[in-house]
């Protein structure tokens, strides 16, 4: 049916074939792929369907768990998103990515302390100055000093002097006074 154009209708049979036990649950791959068609058809709500049928059948599994989140994201699903995201940094290794998204979504969601932490940990892993910025503000927000100025200091260490006495080009002298 996919290779026919009928992306729609493959994406409805799957769903019916599984809803009757007509058919054993697919494998990772088929799931994955019954998803993106389904989105390709612009069925979300099919595409949604699969998902959830996917990790009803197999509820530990990170693609499944990944594509979940991210069609809930693209949906504007915070809330399922935030516990779908919970899951996965549960059941697979912290990503990168997956920190940064679920940095945003903290904060996108009114959780700023649980945000600041996954910034903190998204910094450990992926130098980011904007992310780095980002997170010591909300720290400073949050009257959290200690972590703001361990960000802070985290800022100031990546930058290079310019005039080469470290003072950024500034004309500093050590105890703060300008040059004359």
């Known amino acids: 049916m996919v290779a026919g154009g009928e992306s729609e209708q493959a994406s ?12 054993a649950a697919p494998l990772t791959d088929w799931w994955s792929r019954s ?19 996917w990790l009803q059948h197999e509820p530990d599994n990170i693609a499944a768990l990944q594509q979940r989140f991210d069609l809930q994201l693209a949906g504007g699903d ?10 996965l940094l549960d059941t697979a290794p912290a990503s990168a990515r997956a920190l940064k998204q679920m940095a945003l979504l903290a904060q996108w969601t009114g959780r700023p302390q649980i ?26 927000s949050l009257f959290d000093y200690n972590r703001g100025i361990d960000l802070l ?16 080009g500034l004309g500093l002298r050590s105890g703060g006074a300008r040059h004359p």
């Open 115 to 140: 945000a600041l932490d996954y910034w903190i940990a998204y910094l450990g892993m992926q130098p980011d100055m904007e992310a780095r910025e980002r997170a010591w503000r909300l720290a400073f």
């Open 12 to 23: 409805i049979y799957l769903l019916d074939q599984l809803a009757q036990g007509a058919m």
């Open 153 to 168: 200091s985290g800022v100031t260490a990546t930058r290079q002097p310019i005039d080469g006495r470290g003072t950024g």
């Open 78 to 87: 915070t809330q399922g998103a935030w516990r779908t995201g919970q899951h």
């Open 35 to 53: 998803v993106i068609v389904a989105q390709g058809a612009l069925r979300h709500d099919l595409a949604d369907q699969l998902s959830a049928s």
